[in-house]
């Protein structure tokens, strides 16, 4: 079964096709290196022993997507490409609708010219706004999205129920992720966060490998039970194979389906502080500071149905995710620049 992969050199997209082609898949990705490294594809090489084949190009170039159909017997699709930083986003919103939704327009209509009939696509927690209640289930109501970026996901999940309603024979996963960590266990693929991070595990790391002298924990008197916020962690491997399990799903043509990846385990920021330290045996000093804007107290996911209709369940927790996360960093202290 032949696999593209959109966005395929990227942090979840390299876990993903480092499983698939360990699972036989024929896997081809585009990536435009907007927000990854050549280096990765060789990493995955070394991982595998395969090559997939490789198209550097943006998705919002019909012509080059043309090619790649015309070229390729691609069954499915996994949509990963995509900006993704909350902060640049409120900086530049025209260019992450332009990006994320306006490349996925694109991709649907090569796709729909190609008779290209299966997708998967990365959505986020982030469609559900600020959670009225938690765990989050997949019928829960979306929408007041606090940031552009979160909004391109909605937009593109709304994009994706319209065109399933246009293509009858359409067959489309949507994945909402909750917070993805953790790094494959050999360490030579991870995240490789460009500057200052913004998300709290690569800015643990570089803490623990000493780039940053401290964490700074935004606010102490979240609604939780340490005071810290409190999210779902789920380690990238496990998040990988949740789109396996996808892939599987949609040859049982179920027309369009939503899922949650989680763990269905709220960690509050200073529970994920301790596992790392307890399972690296590395301090990490912090600062309690303000509160970031746009922050919720809590987020963390039912995940019932990814388990009761594609045989989904986490395997792995966050000391394994500390561990594989710190693994990374150390043997890549500049993550894929030498
Ligand atoms: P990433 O930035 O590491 O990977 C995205 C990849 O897409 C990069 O390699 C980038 O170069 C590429 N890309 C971006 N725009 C492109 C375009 N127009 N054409 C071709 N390639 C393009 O991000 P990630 O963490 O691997 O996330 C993958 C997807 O999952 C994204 O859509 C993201 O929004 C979504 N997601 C991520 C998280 C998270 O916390 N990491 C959470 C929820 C959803
Ligand atoms: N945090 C800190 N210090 C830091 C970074 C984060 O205390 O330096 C805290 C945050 O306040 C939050 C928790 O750690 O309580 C997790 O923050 P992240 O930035 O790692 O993750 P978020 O839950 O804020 O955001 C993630 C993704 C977004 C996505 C969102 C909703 O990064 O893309 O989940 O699902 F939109």
Redesign the pocket.
């Known amino acids: 079964m032949a696999i593209l992969v959109?966005?395929?050199?990227?942090?979840?997209?390299?876990h993903t096709v480092v499983q698939l082609l360990q699972n036989g898949y024929d896997v081809a990705i585009?990536?435009?290196?907007?927000?990854?490294k050549p280096e990765v594809l060789e990493r995955i090489t070394q991982i595998t022993g395969k090559t997939p084949r490789f198209y550097e190009?943006?998705?919002?170039d019909g012509k080059k997507l043309d090619m790649i159909f015309d070229n390729e017997n691609i069954d499915a699709v996994i949509?990963?490409?995509?900006?993704?930083s909350v902060a640049e986003s409120v900086q530049k919103p025209e260019l992450y609708i332009s990006?994320?939704v306006g490349?996925t327009m694109v991709l649907l209509k090569y796709m729909a010219k190609h008779n290209v009939k299966n997708l998967v696509f990365?959505?986020?927690?982030?469609v559900y706004g600020v959670p009225k209640h938690v765990p989050l289930c997949e019928d829960d109501e979306v929408g007041g999205c606090t940031n552009p970026?979160g909004q391109t996901?909605l937009d593109i999940e709304f994009l994706l129920k319209d065109y399933a309603k246009i293509h009858k024979d359409a067959n489309i996963a949507i994945l909402?992720?909750?917070?993805?960590i953790g790094a494959h266990p050999c360490g030579l693929i991870g995240?490789?966060p460009n500057g200052i991070p913004n998300?709290l595990m690569p800015y643990i790391t570089q803490v623990a490998v000493g780039k940053r002298d401290h964490l700074n924990v935004f606010g102490s008197d979240y609604k939780t039970h340490d005071g810290t916020g409190v999210r779902d962690y789920i380690h990238v491997v496990d998040l990988a194979r949740g789109h396996l399990c996808a892939l599987k799903k949609l040859e049982e043509k179920p027309g369009l389906v939503i899922y949650n990846l989680g763990t269905g385990k709220g960690t509050s920021v200073l529970d994920l502080v301790k596992a790392f330290e307890q399972v690296n045996n590395i301090k990490i000093p912090y600062v309690i500071c303000d509160r970031r804007p746009g922050d919720v107290d809590e987020n963390y996911a039912n995940c019932d149905k990814a388990y009761k209709e594609m045989g989904f369940k986490t395997e792995l927790d966050i000391f394994d995710a500390c561990r594989d996360s710190w693994n990374w960093q150390k043997k890549n202290p500049n993550g894929y620049d030498k």
Do not use: M, Q, V, W
Request: no cysteine; hydrophobic share 25%.
């Open positions: 959109t966005g395929g050199t990227g942090y979840i997209g390299s585009i990536d435009n290196f907007s927000n990854s190009g943006d998705i919002l949509h990963f490409a995509g900006l993704k990006n994320n490349g990365s959505s986020s927690a982030t970026y996901k909402r992720y909750f917070n993805p995240e490789d998300n």
